[in-house]
C-alpha cells in the first residue's frame, strides 16, 4: 500500500501533520550535522545563496523518508519568506553566519513577501565560523530573541533561547498573534517605548508608525535634516510648524526640560536640533505686551508660546494630524475638551518658573486669560 503524501495526512490529522514536519526538520539538522562533521570543512565557505540550494536538495534526499514529496519542495527566496516551501503549507527560512556563535539579524517584522499559504517555519541556521559547521533547526518564532532596525524592524536570531526567552514571550504576544496584525509594527514600537519608560531611559523608537509604509512614507522623512533658524538653509514655516507640536506633546520644554522634545524631533521628524535652549529660550525676556511696558518681565518662551498659540489651537481643536503622537506622548489630551486641557496645563507650568513665584498671576498683566491672550493675537516683545 502507497504511504500517504502529507497532504492527506494533514487533511485528516493537522497535529500529526505538524509533527511530521517536525520530524522532517529533525532530520535534516541530523544529517548535515553528521556531514559537516565527518568531512571538516564542509560547508563552512558557503555562501548564503549556495547554502540554501544544499538544504533544499537535503530535503528533497530525505523526502523518502518522510510522506513529504520531492517536486513539492521549492526554493522560493528570490520571491517569497520563507526561502523553501514544503507542500505548500510549511517552510524552511535558512540563515547563517560565518563567525563563531548561534546569532544573527533575520528578517522583518513585518513579513510583507511571505506566502500566504504557509502555516508553519522552521528556520534552519548554519554556524559556519568554527573548524566544523554546526547546524540547528527550531521552529522560527522559538528562535527570535529581539527586534533592530536596519531601513525597517527585523527579528533578531538567537538559535539558543528558551521559549521564555523569545521577543513574544517578552512582549506578550503569540507570533501568529503579531504577523496577522494590522498595526503590528505599532504593537511593537509601543513594547519598547513602554519598555525604555520603565527603565527610566531617554529613547525613542525611531519606526514610529502603525504600519511599515506608514512610518517610512508619512510620518518620518527619509533624509535627516538640522534645524536652521536664519540664512538659507532655513525653515521657517517648517519650525514654526514643528514648535507648536513641541508645546502641545513636551510642554517641559517651558521649564527648560528639552530631552523628549529633541528625540522626538529626530525620531519623528527626521530633523536634529543642536541647540534647543536657543531655540525656545534664548533671546533676552519678554519686557512688552502688544508694545505695552510690562510691569515686570517674562521669560522669551513664553513670547515664543504665544506665537505657536494659533496653530496649537489649530492641531487640538480642528485637527487629527498630530493624534498618534498624542495618544503616545499626551495621552490625557486624548478628550472632547483636549484645548482647555492643554490651556491649563501650560499655564500652570508657567506659574512655576522663577519670575512668577509671586502674588500676581501673569493674567493680570491684561486682565485676561490666556485663551483670551490667544484668541486677541497678543504678542510679546523683548524692547
Known amino acids: 500500500m502507497e504511504e500517504e503524501n502529507i497532504i492527506t495526512v494533514r487533511n485528516r490529522n493537522l497535529q500529526k501533520a505538524d509533527e511530521a514536519f517536525a520530524d522532517f526538520m529533525f532530520m535534516l539538522e541530523s544529517y548535515l550535522n553528521e556531514k559537516a562533521a565527518a568531512i571538516p570543512g564542509t560547508y563552512c565557505d558557503c555562501k548564503s545563496k549556495e547554502l540554501e540550494n544544499v538544504v533544499v536538495n537535503v530535503m528533497k534526499e530525505l523526502c523518502g523518508r518522510t510522506p513529504f514529496r520531492v ?20 517552510g524552511v527560512e535558512v540563515k547563517s553566519t560565518k563567525e563563531n556563535h548561534w546569532t544573527s539579524t533575520g528578517s522583518s517584522i513585518v513579513e510583507s513577501t511571505r506566502d500566504k499559504n504557509v502555516e508553519n517555519i522552521y528556520m534552519l541556521f548554519g554556524k559556519l565560523g568554527g573548524k566544523t559547521a554546526e547546524f540547528k533547526c527550531r521552529p522560527y518564532e522559538d528562535c527570535l530573541s529581539d527586534i533592530a532596525v536596519t531601513h525597517s524592524p527585523r527579528y533578531l536570531i538567537n538559535m539558543e533561547l528558551t521559549k521564555e526567552q523569545t521577543i513574544f514571550s517578552k512582549m506578550g504576544v503569540a507570533y501568529d498573534q503579531l504577523r496577522n496584525a494590522p498595526d503590528s509594527i505599532e504593537i511593537v514600537r509601543k513594547y519598547y517605548r513602554e519598555k525604555a519608560i520603565k527603565a527610566k531611559k531617554k529613547a525613542m523608537p525611531w519606526w514610529l508608525g502603525t504600519s511599515a509604509e506608514e512610518s517610512l512614507e508619512e510620518h518620518t522623512d527619509m533624509n535627516i535634516s538640522l534645524w536652521v533658524d536664519n540664512g538659507e538653509y532655513a525653515d521657517p514655516e517648517r519650525n514654526k510648524r514643528l514648535k507648536a507640536e513641541i508645546f502641545i506633546l513636551f510642554p517641559e520644554v517651558v521649564s527648560g526640560n528639552y530631552e523628549n522634545a529633541a528625540l522626538w524631533l529626530c525620531t519623528r521628524r527626521s530633523v536634529v536640533n543642536f541647540h534647543m535652549r536657543d ?17 515686570f518681565p517674562l521669560p522669551h518662551v513664553v513670547g515664543e508660546l504665544l506665537e505657536s498659540a494659533t496653530l496649537i489651537k489649530n492641531y487640538l481643536l480642528y485637527s487629527d494630524d498630530l493624534d498618534l503622537d498624542i495618544s503616545e506622548f499626551r495621552p490625557e489630551l486624548m478628550l472632547p475638551n483636549r484645548y482647555e486641557v492643554w490651556l491649563n496645563d501650560i499655564w500652570k507650568r508657567i506659574h512655576q518658573l522663577k519670575p512668577y513665584k509671586r502674588k500676581e498671576t501673569i493674567e493680570e498683566l491684561g486682565g485676561i486669560s490666556l485663551a483670551e491672550w490667544i484668541d486677541r493675537k497678543y504678542t510679546l516683545s523683548v524692547k
Open 71 to 90: 517536486e513539492e519542495i521549492r526554493l522560493v527566496s528570490a520571491q517569497y519568506f520563507p526561502d523553501i516551501i514544503a507542500e505548500k503549507y510549511y
Open 279 to 295: 531655540t525656545f529660550s534664548a533671546g533676552g525676556q519678554q519686557l512688552k505686551l502688544n508694545d505695552e511696558l510690562l510691569p
